[in-house]
């Protein structure tokens, strides 16, 4: 069987519009509160707590974080990550439709895993892991391993689709097809070529 896998943010949904939202929450400008956000992600997304992440942001910018606090910060963050592209789901549903094998494959929190694995068009894939919960990130090897052993594949059996070029790489390396995501054209353009 071969697989398409999609990465989730700047792919399947637009990139986040919750920032200012939360700079606003810490009573902070966007540019002072931004590099903080994404200064702490990669521990957050490799499986650590809400809590955890959003006190490590908060002591950067000297600001005390309660768990009502993180947890209002987080349904804000939540909420930033999911709206859809129009497009990129018109193009999930087709190619489920067609019998397609979807697989999602996100640097994510287990909280918005949560929020994923509750939504109607998350049935439109067979598979969803996310950083979070498997404790690694991409472009790690690690968890590319961890897709292909959950979808009984070979790397060039699976393309994956993601919009950072590391990451991309990353998935290249371990012997995967895979291509730096601009749009739904980078889909037609490599189903294009696969069916040459």
Same mark, same amino acid.
């Given at each position: ?5 999609f990465?989730?943010?700047?792919v ?6 919750? !920032?200012p939202a939360l ?5 902070l400008?966007?540019a002072d509160?931004? &590099? ?6 990669? #521990? ?7 809590l955890d992440?959003?006190?490590s942001v908060?002591?950067?910018l000297?600001v ?5 606090f993180a947890?209002?910060l987080?349904r ?6 999911t709206h859809?592209?129009? @497009?990129v789901?018109?193009? !999930?549903?087709g190619l489920?439709e067609a ?7 996100s640097n994510?929190?287990s909280t918005?895993?949560r929020w994923?694995? *509750?939504?109607?068009?998350?049935d ?5 892991l996310?950083s979070? @919960?498997l404790?690694c990130?991409? &472009? ?9 052993? *959950?979808l009984?594949?070979? &790397?060039a059996?699976?393309l994956?689709?993601? @919009? #950072?070029?590391s990451?991309?790489?990353?998935? #290249? ?5 895979a ?10 353009s490599a189903?294009g070529?696969? *069916? *040459?």
């Amino acid at each position: 069987m071969n697989w398409i896998v999609f990465d989730y943010g700047d792919v399947i949904s637009k990139h986040t519009d919750a !920032l200012p939202a939360l700079a606003g929450a810490f009573d902070l400008e966007l540019a002072d509160f931004e &590099p903080h956000y994404w200064a702490e992600r990669d #521990r957050y997304d490799s499986g650590g707590t809400d809590l955890d992440y959003w006190q490590s942001v908060g002591r950067a910018l000297d600001v005390p974080v309660d768990k009502a606090f993180a947890d209002e910060l987080t349904r804000i963050d939540v909420a930033g990550w999911t709206h859809l592209e129009p @497009d990129v789901l018109d193009l !999930l549903e087709g190619l489920h439709e067609a019998g397609a094998a979807l697989a999602l494959l996100s640097n994510a929190s287990s909280t918005f895993g949560r929020w994923v694995r *509750e939504q109607e068009w998350a049935d439109l894939f067979r598979v969803k892991l996310f950083s979070g @919960d498997l404790g690694c990130m991409k &472009p790690d090897e690690k968890i590319y391993r961890i897709l292909l052993a *959950e979808l009984g594949a070979e &790397p060039a059996d699976c393309l994956f689709f993601d @919009d #950072r070029q590391s990451n991309v790489d990353g998935a #290249r390396a371990i012997g995967m097809k895979a291509e730096r995501w601009v749009g739904v054209t980078t889909a037609q353009s490599a189903f294009g070529s696969s *069916e *040459e």
